[in-house]
């Protein structure tokens, strides 16, 4: 069957972004299936943002000075974005629809499939604004020909409730759907609310593929040195409650050196790795230890095997622990929140022929339930 994927695929540094999308594709492909991505871009249908006035406040010289400063500081660091190498990574291994769409134009000229998907990721975390309403429609794949199979697959909703006003808004198009499967429990639950039962709970699709098949993508294409053992600190601009200097602290009472790496335009001070996506698999596999905020940088801890712990969310994006939460009860791990200055605890808990087993427990059930629904 030809299969349409619609994901995030844009990001310039975001790694789990854009494995989650390779891996399902490279799925769908193995099992065979002609599954291509669908480059929707979102950033297209951002023109009906409306034009707020400047405050009086900021048009005096130290606020436009700071404003040019910010705007520098910005500049010079997407400029070091592009040694990740993303688009190369993308034009190496995704396929893809020669068209970039808008939603409009999605809707004006589909691209061609017997299967809709949308997933995995954060698609279904409906933002609170109209302005998003594009953007929900076009990942609700409110295009195309009604008789086209649409199949939800590890959709994550962010949080572990949905604004009522907004999920009412969704609710006939997440209606239309043929299947729709979760990648957190709570996701099971928002579904229900607006009366949508028979939702299945399975894997981000980055575990679909094995710890040797990352292996074999980094091994031919990464050639680093390691001197020293090292701790793999990879953050997202998400915001912790945990100092940098307290990171610092652990390592050296460990004995290990640290590998920065950032997403999501995170930038500060800190010396910083800007990694290929090869580099980032190989860099997790061959770290002592992994700290990180990111869900994908959780998952691929466990995939290889590596100690880790995690920055809680805090502030506005404390919603999203509920990724964490969901992972954690399905692999059987008590607690991997990092909750005290020392980090002494960092994965002494953690049995690791139990997760083994409870990887290809969940990665049998979410083979299945796709293929029974494809």
């Given amino acids: 069957m030809r299969i349409g994927i619609m994901t995030f695929w844009t990001t310039k540094g975001n790694y789990g972004t854009i494995l989650q999308c390779y891996a399902l594709q490279k799925y769908l492909i193995n099992i065979g299936h002609d599954a291509f991505l669908i480059r929707y871009d979102l950033h297209l249908d951002e023109d009906g943002r409306s034009k707020k006035k400047i405050p009086l406040k900021y048009l005096n010289p130290v606020k436009i000075f700071e404003y040019i400063i910010r705007r520098l500081w910005f500049k010079f660091n997407v400029s070091r974005e592009n040694r990740r190498n993303f688009d190369i990574f993308k034009e190496k291994y995704l396929k893809k629809t020669e068209n970039i769409y808008s939603f409009s134009d999605l809707v004006n000229d589909p691209p061609d499939a017997d299967v809709y998907i949308t997933g995995s990721d954060q698609v279904w975390n409906f933002k609170d604004s109209l302005i998003f309403e594009k953007q929900r429609r076009a990942y609700l794949l409110d295009f195309g020909k009604k008789e086209i199979k ?188 990092i909750k005290d200055d020392t980090i002494i605890s960092l994965g002494n808990d953690i049995n690791w022929d139990n997760i083994s087993k409870n990887i290809e427990k969940w990665r049998t059930h979410t083979m299945s339930i796709l293929k029974g629904n494809l």
């Fill in 150 to 337: 649409r199949l939800a697959v590890a959709v994550s909703f962010g949080h572990k409730r949905i604004d009522k006003d907004i999920l009412l808004d969704c609710a006939s198009l997440m209606r239309h759907f043929n299947h729709i499967s979760v990648r957190e429990k709570s996701g099971i639950d928002i579904c229900k609310e607006i009366g949508i039962q028979n939702v299945e709970l399975i894997v981000d699709p980055v575990l679909l593929l094995t710890k040797e098949h990352y292996f074999s993508l980094y091994s031919n294409n990464v050639t680093i040195s390691f001197k020293r053992p090292y701790c793999l600190v990879y953050l997202l601009k998400n915001t912790i409650n945990f100092p940098f200097s307290k990171i610092k602290k652990y390592a050296k009472k460990q004995g290990l050196d640290i590998i920065y790496i950032t997403a999501n335009f995170l930038y500060d001070t800190h010396r910083k790795y800007f990694a290929t996506i090869e580099e980032w698999l190989c860099l997790i596999d061959n770290a002592e230890c992994v700290l990180t905020n990111s869900f994908h940088g959780t998952v691929f801890s466990l995939i290889f095997q590596k100690k880790f712990g995690v920055f809680p969310l805090s502030s506005a994006f404390e919603g999203w622990n509920e990724r964490f939460y969901s992972l954690f009860e399905q692999f059987g791990i008590k607690d991997g929140f």
